[in-house]
């Protein structure tokens, strides 16, 4: 007779399940030096609208991380290097509250905030200082897009939250020899925000002069791999050719030694113009010569308005395809 109150195990055996373990640390400066892209070349983009039916538009974003390279020339299922995903939703454009100013546009609010498991080192539910003024540059990238005359007394609320951020150094721990004070991976979000948002205001159907997209590029460093040794030796030959400052756009900052500067900016292609800009480091004394000269700020801002164009084609497929959904729907 068995023993109902009592949760029995199966009759035969089972097997444990056996993890695959991360990259050794003897391999860091190996994976390090793995790159699968061109300096110009963005990484792979996902992008998708109306994921969240309760809010007026909403969008997923994702960033596909790096694979990582594996002794004997097999590929890890783990990565060392963090991806970015980030979720949106908008909520409006409603009425604001009876007690509220009359304001003859529109009031725009944003939000970004990491989820608790978003990094390596678990966050507060509270948004810290980081969070805000990342929420400070949204609306800013925002503000000069949405036509607000056509809303008085409305308010928008853009609430962004980062499901995985990126990270300053790869998850195997930190790099020997790094000198950077750390904070890009903040800009690469920054980025990422901006163009999840474009989607999920389209996706709401709020009227825009235009899609705005995010993009960001970096002046970094390549130091050579000496302690690398092995079958895979002929897939790092090309960055150890490479190796010395040069411009990278859509930099993810745990694959790169250094980066001595970047630059995000908001780009809105349909005027040519520039809604928001946001740079770190010093881009002229990186002293970078090549056949143009010296790079300064302006070849780093013209390399992260090449990036934002290309999250553009991303975007207007998204947008394209969410909106051939919604028609098939309506019929």
Excluded at 116 to 131: C, I, K, N, T, W
Excluded at 245 to 257: F, R, T
Aim: proline fraction near 7%; include cysteine.
């Amino acid at each position: 007779m068995t023993d109902r109150r009592r949760v029995n195990g199966p009759a035969s055996g089972t097997s444990p399940p056996v993890f695959t373990s991360p990259p050794r640390s003897q391999h860091t400066t190996s994976t390090e030096l793995f790159h699968t892209r061109t300096p110009n070349d963005p990484r792979r983009t996902f992008l998708k609208t109306g994921l969240t039916p309760s809010a007026s538009g909403s969008a997923y974003f994702e960033l596909e991380p790096s694979p990582a390279p594996f002794e004997g020339g097999l590929i890890s299922l783990t990565t060392i290097n963090s991806g970015l995903k980030l979720s949106c939703t908008v909520h409006g454009p409603r009425p604001l509250p009876r007690s509220a100013l009359f304001s003859p546009h529109l009031l725009l609010s944003t939000h970004i905030k990491f989820a608790p498991f978003a990094a390596r080192q678990r966050r507060g539910y509270l948004r810290d200082a980081s969070e805000k003024d990342l929420s400070v540059h949204l609306e800013t990238a925002l503000r000069g897009v949405i036509i607000g005359e056509r809303w008085p007394k409305s308010g928008l609320e853009i609430i962004v939250t980062v499901l995985e951020g990126e990270e300053d150094c790869p998850w195997n721990g930190e790099r020997e020899g790094s000198s950077r004070i750390g904070g890009w991976g903040m800009m690469s979000v920054l980025s990422g925000c901006i163009t999840v948002a474009s989607a999920a205001i389209a996706d709401a159907g709020v009227d825009c002069v235009g899609l705005v997209t995010g993009g960001m590029a970096a002046i970094v460093t390549h130091l050579p791999s000496k302690a690398f040794e092995g079958p895979q030796k002929h897939l790092v030959k090309e960055a150890e050719s490479a190796a010395g400052p040069k411009v990278v756009i859509d930099p993810c900052p745990s694959e790169h030694q250094e980066i001595s500067a970047a630059c995000v900016v908001a780009y809105l292609q349909s005027r040519d113009e520039i809604t928001e800009l946001w740079a770190k480091g010093d881009a002229m004394g990186s002293a970078i010569n090549q056949s143009s000269g010296q790079i300064g700020l302006d070849v780093l801002m013209d390399h992260a308005v090449e990036a934002a164009t290309a999250a553009r084609l991303v975007l207007i497929e998204a947008i394209s395809e969410s909106s051939e959904i919604k028609l098939l729907n309506h019929k």
